[in-house]
């Protein structure tokens, strides 16, 4: 299901780019947030993140992503 995506600019404490769908009750708040696209899945949003910003270092919202989360 296609829906829009958006990465956390600041990291976790494992030093990782979280990403949420603009629905998540956990996302952080808007000036924390950078917006990847309008995607299919996670692992297509992340795909993207990576392309735009040249990093690596992405995970999925345990909440709203967890086919993506790492851990």
Known sequence: MYQHYYYNVNVDDK??????TG????????QNLRYIGYEASCAQAIQKAILQT?????????????ECHKG
């Open 23 to 30: 629905t998540c009750l956990f996302k952080p708040s808007p």
């Open 54 to 66: 040249g990093k690596y270092n992405f995970d999925g919202c345990y909440h709203c992503c967890r």
């Open 15 to 20: 030093g990782r780019h979280e990403v949420h």
